[in-house]
């Protein structure tokens, strides 16, 4: 039906694993932007420690949470950040005669998903070693920072597209337009982490748990269908 | 009980898609319009002097400031109904482009933008008076502050381009992801969020169906029609400034 289909043989998965195949590859050679990242939560991590010993101690489980999610929420918009920005436009002209966009955004969500939850699972580790450990269920807390993780990967994705559309100053523009849009799912995960937190029964998060899921979907969804757009410019 | 809520949800559902498309229609108008505009002005006169007039039934809490009702929540309905038409505006742009549809589109939302500032400062006029603060950190306020922010992050979007084309399909792509992404969850947040004072919330008395008297019913509905008339109206009158310009520019 599509021409498209009939200019890739390749299947849209084996395309997808190739991407994220060379994404990883081409971030494993650029070390420097890696590192750079976990500098970055280390050091704000550091900070907080800095900050919150003038006071004596660690601080009130509230501020415990607040802070967390500060900062891996920064941590994730530099992250993803880098996506889109860092290839040429000379270089997305070749991705273009060569795979699907469904195919690019799919494996950018993806890889954008698991980098993030590599950090956020770093970052809360260095973040328990500095600042002590409130935490009374882990299992919830931990699976909630994983949905979080996801959750920042695909509404960024998109954005990160569409800033580094708008050239120039394309970082100021990511925070501008992700910020107000991840207010929502902040919010139901600060909900759910604090329950973790504070160890209520699992029942009591469910309801924001479910709608995390779903705001997942919605969002790559209209990832999916909207990216082809903004590729064909 | 159920059947009335399915049979309520089913007319939102009709009324959603008929202002939609009625919208666009009134918007997009070359006649003057004399009718509907000549409706508008009396169906507000009217609705803001009955609204002031009417005796209403006297409610713990809210008493006579339930009179907000017919100012505060029709600017809501029609703040959405506008930014509905500019989502549609903005699907159509995407599949067949042109700079028509990318100034209705954008026009649309800089309606929506000041329904929901006035819908801001009467609620939180309200808010003094009823509770004391002109500001509280309710799901519902934080809500309206998100949809505020986001759009006001649309409009920077659309500064920050040079080619034209490009800014048109960008911000249609961002418009349409915003709305499908955050606007939803403003209404099944404050839902999902346990307590809270916002009326027809928890047990707070206000605007939930069982409080509108019949009376009151018959100010409200005038009134949510009227503003939204009224919203579009404003997009009709200043998408036609923007055409104009659009064509001075040209010659």
């Known amino acids: 039906m599509r021409p498209e289909t009939e200019l890739h043989p390749v299947p849209l998965l084996r395309e997808i694993s190739t991407l994220l195949a060379k994404d990883f590859r081409l971030e494993w050679r650029q070390r420097a932007a890696l590192g750079g990242l976990l500098l970055y939560v280390g050091s704000t991590v550091f900070v907080c420690f800095l900050s919150f010993s003038l006071r004596g101690g660690t601080p009130p489980p509230p501020a415990w949470n607040a802070l967390l999610w500060v900062i891996l929420l920064f941590a994730a918009i530099n992250a993803v950040a880098k996506g889109f920005m860092q290839e040429s436009p000379g270089q997305r ?108 029964d699992w029942s009591v998060s469910q309801s924001a748990v479910l709608t995390l899921v779903a705001l997942n979907m919605i969002v790559a969804a209209t990832s999916y269908v909207l990216f082809p757009f903004l590729w064909r410019g | 009980m159920t059947t009335a809520r399915i049979i309520g949800s089913l007319l939102g559902v009709v009324f959603t898609v008929l202002g939609v498309w009625g919208g666009q229609r009134l918007i997009e108008q070359r006649t003057p319009g004399l009718v509907w505009k000549t409706l508008t002005v009396l169906l507000l006169i009217a609705a803001s002097a009955v609204g002031i007039l009417v005796p209403v039934p006297p409610l713990p809490i809210v008493n006579e ?58 609620g939180s006029m309200w808010a003094r008076f009823t509770w004391g603060a002109w500001w509280t950190p309710d799901p519902r306020l934080n809500g309206a502050a998100v949809a505020m922010l986001i759009y006001g992050a649309y409009l920077v979007l659309r500064g920050s381009f040079r080619d034209e084309q490009q800014r048109a399909r960008v911000s249609a792509i961002y418009n349409i992801f915003a709305f499908a992404a955050a606007i939803p969850l403003l209404f099944v947040l404050p839902r999902l969020s346990g307590p809270s004072l916002h009326p027809g919330q928890t047990g707070n008395p206000g605007f939930s169906q069982y409080d509108l008297d019949n009376t009151m019913r018959m100010v409200f509905y005038p009134a949510v029609i009227g503003w939204i008339l009224f919203a579009f109206w404003l997009t009709q009158v200043s998408s036609r400034f923007a055409f104009l310009k659009l064509q001075h520019d040209e010659n």
């Open chain 1, 93 to 200: 002209l070749y991705y273009y005669t060569l795979v699907r966009p469904q195919a690019i955004i799919l494996a950018k969500m993806l890889y954008n998903a698991l980098l993030l939850a590599v950090v956020a699972l770093l970052g809360l580790f260095l973040y328990t070693v500095f600042l002590g450990n409130p935490i009374q269920d882990a299992p919830l807390f931990v699976a909630n920072l994983l949905l979080g993780a996801v959750g920042f990967a695909t509404t960024l994705t998109l954005v990160s597209g569409i800033a580094a559309k708008a050239g120039g100053n394309s970082a100021t523009l990511m925070a501008v337009l992700g910020f107000p849009l991840m207010v929502p799912m902040l919010l139901l995960l600060i909900k759910v982490s604090k329950n973790a937190l504070d160890g209520l």
């Open chain 2, 65 to 122: 400031s339930i009179r907000n009702l017919f100012f505060h929540v029709p600017m809501w309905f029609s703040m959405i109904t506008v930014l509905l038409v500019s989502v549609w505006y903005s699907i159509l742009y995407l599949r067949a482009p042109s700079t028509r549809l990318d100034v209705l589109a954008h026009e649309s939302v800089k309606t929506g933008i000041v329904l929901g500032l006035l819908g801001l400062a009467t």
